[in-house]
């Protein structure tokens, strides 16, 4: 069964970093549009970063110059580094990945999430 597993969260003070990872079970990394999304509680579902499997990722306004999405399809593993953190990113954030990126918003499969906080 195809499993995805995001690993990496924590808690850290305004203008830290986080690495998080999303190791997969099957080849997903490989052949499928992979991403991330985030939720902070009461809060609708943001998109913050996907990356299809033949070009180039694209990135939320929110986001963009701060966070990097990457894989590694030898590894399975998707990443996304976060530099420059702020309170407002603090949120679940949860691994996604969809035969195509127009429809990532309703993913084929979704990890289980990791915790991101992000302190004054």
């Known amino acids: 069964q195809v499993q995805l597993v995001e690993s990496g969260g924590g808690s850290v003070q305004a203008g830290g970093s986080l690495r998080l990872s999303c190791v997969a079970s099957?080849?997903?990394?490989?052949?499928?549009?992979m991403g991330w999304f985030r939720q902070a509680p009461g809060k609708e579902r943001e998109g913050v970063a996907s990356?299809?499997?033949?070009?180039?990722?694209t990135y939320a306004d929110s986001v963009k110059g701060r966070f990097t999405i990457s894989r590694d399809n030898a590894k399975k593993i998707l990443y996304l580094q976060m530099n420059s953190l702020k309170p407002e990113d603090t949120a679940m954030y949860y691994c996604?990945?969809?035969?195509?990126?127009?429809?990532?918003?309703?993913?084929?499969?979704w990890g289980q999430g990791t915790q991101v906080t992000v302190s004054s």
């Open positions: 996604a990945a969809s035969r195509a990126c127009s429809s990532l918003s309703t993913p084929d499969y």
């Open positions: 099957e080849n997903l990394v490989s052949w499928y549009c």
């Open positions: 990356m299809p499997y033949y070009s180039t990722p």
